[in-house]
């Protein structure tokens, strides 16, 4: 994976969004040494974003679960416990 300075980047920019959108290369950016940001295809963008999606689809079934076994309490409820 290719990696540039923000200067060399911005110096190439338009390249560097070819490189990404044609020819499907990642691109990491950095500042004095450190990673900043990643150019990456809108593909891969999308299969993360779909990725994350399912995985909160699945946290949330989880704490569904967990909620059905072991029981809810009304709001009203958790204010009184948290009472000082």
């Known amino acids: ?3 540039l300075s923000t200067l060399e980047a911005g110096d190439n920019l338009s ?3 070819d490189r990404v959108a044609t020819g499907k290369e990642r ?4 500042r004095a040494g450190q990673e900043l940001v990643a150019l990456v295809p809108v593909e ?4 993360m974003e779909a990725t994350e999606e399912r995985l909160d689809i699945e946290d949330a ?3 569904r679960r967990e909620a059905e ?4 309490i009304s709001l009203a409820a958790l204010r ?4 000082p």
């Open 27 to 30: 691109i990491i950016i950095t």
């Open 44 to 47: 891969d963008l999308e299969l």
């Open 80 to 83: 009184r416990e948290l009472e």
């Open 15 to 17: 390249d560097l969004v």
């Open 69 to 72: 076994e072991k029981g809810t």
């Open 61 to 63: 079934r989880a704490a």
């Open 1 to 3: 994976m290719a990696s």
